[in-house]
């Protein structure tokens, strides 16, 4: 006479596409993001005043915790023209342009990835506006006590005006935190979620080349890049990406396994 065991046999997962975002709608709402960043920046211009003052304070902050000095970096781009000029390059024209094309990277390959990346860059971007309002804070190479150089004036090219507390297309004084390095991070920590592959921690190479190179050309602390990773952290730890989300168990099927 036959007699049957049960056999356990965990059911295939369940695989979904998540639809992309409608294109207009996408471009129209960071295209307003942007627009809305850059006209709070240039409210929160003009308090010379108060960014020396905060200057002076996360100068003297930096050497009591024993933070290398800005200016060691800095010496190392000085060593050739060509590369202080490539620097100042990067800091003008990489900045922007990587964002865009790695939100336009997901949007195409990995929808999902992408809606948590904008949702993720529009927080920190409005941390770092609030943080600007409420801390005007004038770059390194404006501070005297410093004795550092404003390289993207002397070696070029140079995204700001001539007049840092009338300048109508930037903020001069809105160091802290640093989008820059804020933003490069999260490029990095989205392609690493977003791909597979051994090597997908090179895109950590982003962040460190643009650390080295706000700090270099003198146009950020390193409590500027500090403030911007722990702001970055805050809104991880609020907006999960889709990978790292709790999913629920598999459903178990049983079948009978004849013996």
């Known amino acids: 006479m036959a007699t049957g065991t049960a056999g356990i046999r965990p059911a295939e ?22 627009l809305v960043y850059k006209l709070g920046r240039l409210f929160a211009n003009g308090h010379e005043a108060r960014a020396f003052g905060n200057a002076d304070r996360v100068w003297d902050l930096e050497r ?15 060593d050739g023209g060509t590369v202080v000029h490539t620097a100042n390059a990067y800091y003008a024209w990489v900045h922007f342009p990587a964002t865009v094309a790695f939100l336009a990277w997901l949007y195409w390959r990995q929808p999902g990835h992408y809606v948590w990346a904008r949702r993720v860059l529009a927080l920190l971007t ?35 005006g001539a007049t840092p507390a009338t300048d109508g297309m ?13 933003w490069a991070l999260m490029v990095a920590v989205g392609l690493i979620a977003a791909t597979r592959g051994r090597w997908r921690a090179l895109w950590l190479l982003h962040p460190f080349l643009t650390l080295l190179v706000v700090v270099g ?15 970055l952290g805050a809104a991880l730890a609020v907006l999960r990406p889709p990978g790292a989300r709790r999913r629920p168990a598999a459903p178990v099927r049983l079948e009978a396994v004849p013996r």
């Not at 997962?13 to 942007?34: C, I």
């Not at 930037?170 to 804020?182: C, E, K, Y």
């Open 13 to 34: 997962p369940e695989t979904t596409d998540t639809p992309r975002p409608p294109l207009v709608r996408e471009l129209a709402l960071v295209t307003a993001l942007f």
């Open 64 to 78: 009591a915790v024993h933070l290398p000095g800005e200016g060691r970096v800095q010496a190392l781009l000085l």
């Open 126 to 160: 409005a941390a770092a506006l609030a943080l600007h309002l409420l801390m005007p804070l004038a770059p390194p190479r404006m501070l005297a006590e410093a004795g550092l150089v404003d390289t993207a004036r002397v070696y070029g090219p140079s995204v700001y």
């Open 170 to 182: 930037a903020n001069q004084f809105a160091a802290m935190p640093s989008l820059h390095f804020g």
């Open 217 to 231: 050309t003198a146009n950020h602390y390193w409590l500027d890049a500090l403030v911007a990773t722990a702001l």
